[in-house]
């Protein structure tokens, strides 16, 4: 860590993490809107884009938290920075569905690619599970599931691209579904200005995440928090905040698949993190380096997939509150993990 930082004192912390949060927060309602714009001009559509683009360009803080983490022999802050951020962008699917007033947003923003990209989630996500249990064999200090993880992620990828040009399943479209069509006035704008405008605004992002989770550094030193509390409740949320952003901004845009990809699209690139995390931990498998109170974010992390999967099948129209059944499990899920993991520390 930079000296500079390092010797920050509490409140210039806290000040620092102010100020990185507004920029995220500005970078990141624009890079939704540009995202979208690419999703129509490249034709990729809002939930490739949303899973690859604004996916990776919102998690470019997070996988530096994880792989320096990972490098400085703090494998529980690597670990539980990953998987509390999987959770907590899930959790961020709520707010995004309380700003939406017409009805549930995963009713509204139901399509073939949102289900294979959950699916992909819960596969990778097993994987990391697998890799906590299994026999603890390293080839170069890599447990053989990290290469399994990226394999499994970009044939996901390929299925979900796929799946957009020759789709054998529709969800039905009813009077407050948002189908995904191109806007004409992205068609007119200029890719290369859009391209350039996504890798400086995915880069100050980055950046931004980059201090904040120094300042967050900081704050839990001084308060005294261990690694799996700041990892999962610190660092995860404050590297997440870009999610949250862009979520909410696609939702007040319109782009309700945009906005539902994005999360779970992140996500599953998430998972990666745990990968490259591995890879840059040299004292053998990463996956029995945590304890079980990180695992249980894993375990945690597949219940709240399954059960927006569950809610996006279902398609409730309209739940208490403007919000459906799979957001409240989803927030009693988090809450639930969150106390636990309180009371262990």
Known sequence: MNPALSDLTLEWAWLLFAVCTAVIATAGTQLAGIVDDLADRTGLGEAIA???????????????????????????????NALGGIAVQTLFLTVADLTYRRANLEHAAASLGNLIQGGLLLCLLALVMVGRFAPEWTLWQVHPITPLLLLGYLFGLRLAGRSRDNPMWRPAQTRETQPDVPDPRAMRRSPLRLWTRFALLAALI???????????????????????????????VVTSLPELVTTVAAVRRGALTLAVAGIIGGNAFDTLFVAAADIAYRNGSIYHAIPDTVSLWVALSLLMTAILLVGMLHRQRQGPAHIGFESVGIIGCYLTGALVLLMAS
């Open 206 to 236: 980055g950046i931004s995440g980059w201090l904040l989770e120094r300042s967050a550094s900081v704050i839990a030193v001084e308060t005294g928090l261990g690694h799996s509390v700041v990892g999962t409740l610190m660092t995860a």
């Open 50 to 80: 949303g899973a690859v683009l604004l996916g990776m360009a919102t998690s470019l803080s997070g996988i530096v938290v994880s792989v320096s983490a990972a490098l400085a022999d703090r494998p529980t802050l690597a670990m539980s």
